[in-house]
């Protein structure tokens, strides 16, 4: 979902073009700039989803009566079954329960590992593996709901009118594309001096939606009704 309060592309290159003296874009035209944005903006994603900032957390639904995705008995890949969610660069957590089930508090943690264990199937999962950027099951004897927290992408921006997808990108993207077009000009000095610009500003914008993020609540998860609960 977007948010409307997100930074434009236009508000990006206007942050840019005051880094390099151009506010009419009499020289850098948004032709010019757009690819150094999108450049920076890839950059900016990595560093969001390397401090696990939380706009690229996303979460299949847990709402009640909503499922949540269908993996079939036997199914042993999420990316084959046809079910792995647009976007996901990571997984975090998979979580099982019966199909057919509509209770949140139903859903049980699967237990991620490096490579699956030999274990002989049976009506539960278990266990999960992220490997060549596939999630990995040995697969169950009964249909399965699967809920999934993964880090996501965000939208790569396409004209001046996308958005940027976070807040205060501009801090970051905006210096940070004048150094890329100042190195490309072979202005070597700008360049390093705007990319310690948005070095600096790259910091003080993770760091505030860490503290943001620590400030998050975490709700314990209540005891298990009684049959629920798996013995490995």
């Given at each position: 979902m977007v948010?409307?309060n997100?930074?434009?592309?236009?508000?990006?290159?206007?942050?840019?073009r005051q880094?390099?003296?151009?506010i009419?874009?009499?020289?850098?035209t948004?032709?010019?700039?757009?690819?150094y944005i999108?450049?920076?903006?890839k950059e900016?994603?990595?560093?969001?989803?390397?401090?696990?900032i939380?706009?690229?957390?996303v979460q299949?639904t847990?709402?009640?009566?909503?499922?949540?995705?269908?993996?079939?008995?036997?199914?042993t890949?999420?990316s084959?079954a046809?079910?792995?969610?647009?976007g996901l660069?990571e997984p975090?957590?998979?979580n099982?329960?019966?199909?057919?089930d509509t209770?949140?508090?139903?859903y049980?943690d699967?237990?991620?590992?490096?490579?699956?264990p030999?274990?002989?199937?049976?009506?539960?999962?278990?266990?999960?593996?992220?490997?060549?950027?596939?999630?990995?099951?040995?697969?169950?004897?009964t249909d399965?709901?699967?809920?999934?927290r993964y880090?996501?992408s965000?939208?790569t921006?396409?004209?001046m009118n996308?958005?940027?997808?976070?807040?205060r990108?501009?801090l970051?993207?905006?210096?940070?594309?004048?150094s890329l077009a100042?190195y490309?000009?072979?202005?070597?000095?700008?360049?390093?001096?705007f990319q310690?610009q948005?070095?600096?500003?790259?910091?003080?914008?993770?760091?505030s939606?860490?503290?943001?993020?620590?400030?998050?609540?975490?709700r314990?998860?209540a005891?298990r009704?009684?049959?629920?609960?798996?013995?490995?």
């Amino acid at each position: 979902m977007v948010n409307p309060n997100d930074p434009t592309v236009a508000i990006v290159a206007k942050s840019t073009r005051q880094y390099l003296n151009d506010i009419d874009g009499i020289t850098w035209t948004d032709a010019h700039l757009l690819p150094y944005i999108q450049e920076a903006h890839k950059e900016l994603q990595v560093q969001l989803s390397l401090n696990d900032i939380a706009v690229v957390r996303v979460q299949v639904t847990n709402a009640p009566f909503i499922s949540g995705l269908h993996l079939l008995a036997g199914q042993t890949s999420l990316s084959a079954a046809g079910l792995m969610p647009i976007g996901l660069i990571e997984p975090i957590a998979v979580n099982e329960r019966d199909w057919g089930d509509t209770t949140p508090e139903d859903y049980l943690d699967m237990l991620r590992m490096p490579w699956l264990p030999n274990y002989t199937q049976n009506n539960f999962l278990y266990y999960w593996t992220w490997q060549q950027e596939d999630i990995l099951f040995l697969g169950a004897t009964t249909d399965r709901d699967i809920q999934i927290r993964y880090r996501t992408s965000l939208a790569t921006p396409l004209n001046m009118n996308s958005t940027m997808g976070f807040l205060r990108a501009e801090l970051y993207v905006g210096p940070r594309a004048a150094s890329l077009a100042c190195y490309t000009t072979g202005d070597v000095k700008k360049g390093q001096l705007f990319q310690g610009q948005a070095d600096k500003n790259l910091d003080m914008v993770i760091r505030s939606n860490v503290k943001n993020d620590q400030g998050t609540a975490v709700r314990r998860r209540a005891y298990r009704r009684t049959g629920r609960v798996r013995v490995y």
